[in-house]
């Protein structure tokens, strides 16, 4: 099967395993980000079928949570072994649909490999326990079952990898799972999770796939009274919504949002590693990674010299097609992107940041800048960046570093470079975010180390044994061995 084919034949609702069309009154259309080519057309689906999906997935969990563990492994073997037969067809989608380089593809097939890999494991990882108690008599048994169905909600950024990373864990560990993946990214995000599992043995149901819009089913996905748990990965305002609605409705979340993470280069690292370490961080997929470097901080006593290096590698920085192999830097996902990256660039130079390097924009292209001198009041350091934008601030001494890292809502990821390892161990622990990287990039994820962020960034951790916290619940079931003595 061509690449092109999976916008063709893929541009559906999968509802109770069956491929089928939406009933909405309106289309989502789904566009190459880079040339505008229209790739398809997928009708939405209305708060009915919302309720059809989750009905099928309320049918279908008992039989799968059933299933003998080592059987349900076996589903993601096959799985494993489509998207490596399938690799190129992936790719071209990928690079398609999400204006993804080929390093970028290849990064979230690699990526998705591993969660796959892992979720083998987690198919027996929910282990029951034997607790004491004080009768004699009395057996406790602490069970982790399936907390029943799952609702996961994907952004378009990494749309297959973060679909598959909340989906395969969530499958592995009995449960049956509603899936809604991001407007922009349909396909990816999507219908070709629900093809890899169809073909590689779920049963009709297990899985759900809807493409619709709020505009459509206002929260309807939140508040159904089927599922138990809520994964959502996007951005902090939108996830507030998600949570608040979700616990309203005495629903557990697992919120996995923005970033404005710091790297920070001390007076002891080495410049060269840093600046490689700190343009990939700041520019891999053209900065749409919640997890990317918004924020460059630099010791003052090499600040001259690192800003030199910098500029001069990100100048080497290719845009253009991602099609291209030696395109570092593709289109932003839509117009609304590219509007907010250029307008938030104007603003800081208009407040007083110098553009060592400014970028220019060209339809859905947006080439890097480089602001120095930010003022301190200014908006553009506490937010997310979204786009290729970098920040290079001065500091003096690791307490302003820190001090620096932490002014922001945000906390997910950060990074620390320096010569001396327990000296960046000791300030890495001093940044309030639920991950820091000690001479190396601020990207990155591996699928068993917990995976999340503290304030704005997120509730809950993903991966590894986080996920049989995230997807499991615990029933306790006591057993009386001869006869209790009651009170009355």
């Known amino acids: ?20 069309a939406g009933t909405g009154s309106w289309d989502i259309v789904d566009f190459n980000p880079y040339d505008g080519e229209k790739l398809a057309s ?13 009905r099928a997935a309320e049918r279908a969990q008992p039989r799968w949570a059933a299933t003998n563990p080592y059987r349900r492994r076996l589903v993601f073997e096959r799985a494993l072994r489509i998207i490596d037969e399938r690799e190129a067809e992936l790719t071209g989608a990928i690079m398609t649909e999400c204006g993804g380089t080929a390093l970028k593809a290849a990064f979230e097939l690699h990526l998705v ?22 009768d004699d008599t009395k057996e406790n048994r602490l069970y982790r079952v399936p907390v029943g169905v799952v609702g996961v909600i994907s952004p378009f950024n990494f749309p297959f990898l973060l679909s598959i990373k909340s989906v395969a864990p969530a ?9 809604k993946p991001h407007q922009n990214t349909p396909i990816c995000g999507g219908a070709l999770v629900a093809k890899v599992f169809e073909e590689a043995g779920v049963p009709g149901g297990v899985l759900n796939v809807v493409v619709t819009d709020i505009a459509e089913i206002g929260d309807a996905l939140i508040e159904h009274p ?12 939108v996830g507030r919504h998600v949570n608040t609605v979700a616990a309203s409705h005495f629903k557990r979340v697992v919120l996995e949002l923005g970033g404005n993470s710091a790297l ?68 932003l996902i839509n117009s609304t992107q590219v509007e907010a990256i250029t307008t938030l660039v104007r603003q800081a130079v208009d407040e007083g940041a110098t553009a060592v390097v400014r970028g220019e924009t060209d339809g859905s292209l947006v080439g890097p800048s480089v ?47 320096t010569g001396d390892v327990e000296r960046g161990v000791r300030i890495a622990k001093r940044i309030d975010s639920g991950m820091v990287h000690v001479n190396d990039a601020t990207v990155h994820d591996e699928p068993i180390v917990p995976f999340g962020g503290e304030k704005h960034s997120g509730l809950g951790r993903l991966n590894g044994d986080s996920m049989v916290e995230a997807f499991t619940t615990t029933k306790w079931i006591s057993v009386q061995h001869g006869r209790s003595r009651f009170p009355f």
């Open 1 to 20: 099967m061509s690449y092109r084919s999976y916008f063709d034949e893929l541009a559906c609702q999968y509802i109770d395993g069956e491929w089928r």
């Open 113 to 134: 490999r591993e969660f796959l890999r892992e979720a083998l494991q987690l198919a027996l990882r929910a282990e029951g326990r034997i607790l004491p108690s004080p």
């Open 371 to 417: 602001l120095t001198d930010v003022p301190e009041d200014s908006p553009i350091l506490g937010q997310e960046i979204f786009g290729p934008v970098a920040l290079i601030i001065p500091f003096d001494g690791e307490d302003e570093a820190v001090r620096i890292a932490n002014a922001t809502p945000y906390g997910l990821s950060g990074a620390v470079h």
């Open 42 to 54: 997928i009708t939405v689906a209305t708060v009915t079928e919302i309720d059809e999906a989750y």
């Open 171 to 179: 499958l592995a560990l009995g449960n049956a799972v509603v899936l």
């Open 226 to 237: 089927v599922p138990k748990v809520i994964s959502f990965t996007g951005s902090d305002k």
């Open 264 to 331: 920070i280069v001390l007076d002891d690292a080495d410049l060269d590693y840093a600046v490689d370490a700190a343009v990939f961080s700041r520019f891999v997929h053209q900065g749409q990674v919640c997890m990317a470097a918004n924020r460059v901080l630099v010791d003052r006593s090499v600040q001259a010299e690192f800003t030199e290096k910098f500029v001069a590698k990100v100048r080497t920085l290719k845009v253009g097609d991602p099609a291209d192999p030696e395109t570092h830097i593709g289109p």
